[in-house]
């Protein structure tokens, strides 16, 4: 995959954490999100993000939106698949777009860091929709995600070292 956008939800967690990498490896970022623009805190969503609103609130249109508009969907999580996380899933499935799910909680992080980077070496397309749970299902995937999405760019770059 060679990758030449980022799309997110924008929301808090993975969805900000994928966004803010993009923006930090100069990959330009994106999406949609709900009319409105708040994310679970009821805060706007960073402006940097480049993202755009559904006509509609609900979250679901933004997640259909999103895998809908990218050639691919990689959704990072912990222990079970649930509420949006695995509706991204689902929707992945019936618009028959490649996805790739990497449970934090079976991998470790270095098995995550080459699972994702040899999946992008096998799917085609130039735009990657990546999703997960908010804050408030996890409080740590913001900086999990963070941090295995700076290292596998820094692999995909051949600047990543173990």
Request: hydrophobic share 40%; no cysteine; glycine share 8%.
């Amino acid at each position: 995959m060679n990758i030449k956008k980022i799309v997110s939800g924008g929301q808090t967690g993975v969805d900000s954490a994928a966004l803010d990498v993009a923006i930090e490896f100069g990959i330009p970022a994106g999406g949609w999100v709900p009319k409105g623009m708040l994310n679970e805190y009821n805060k706007i969503i960073n402006s940097d993000y480049n993202i755009q609103e559904t006509p509609s609130s609900d979250v679901k249109q933004r997640t259909e939106w999103n895998v809908r508009d990218a050639d691919a969907t990689l959704i990072i999580y912990r222990n079970l698949l649930m509420g949006g996380t695995e509706y991204t899933r689902q929707k992945a499935i019936i618009n028959k777009k490649p996805y790739l799910l990497i449970n934090l909680s079976s991998l470790s992080f270095f098995e995550a860091v080459d699972t994702i980077s040899n999946w992008f070496s096998k799917v085609d397309g130039t735009i990657l929709n990546i999703a997960g749970p908010r804050d408030s299902e996890d409080m740590n995937m913001y900086m999990d995600t963070r941090k295995l999405l700076s290292s596998v760019f820094k692999k995909v770059n051949g600047t990543w070292k173990r």
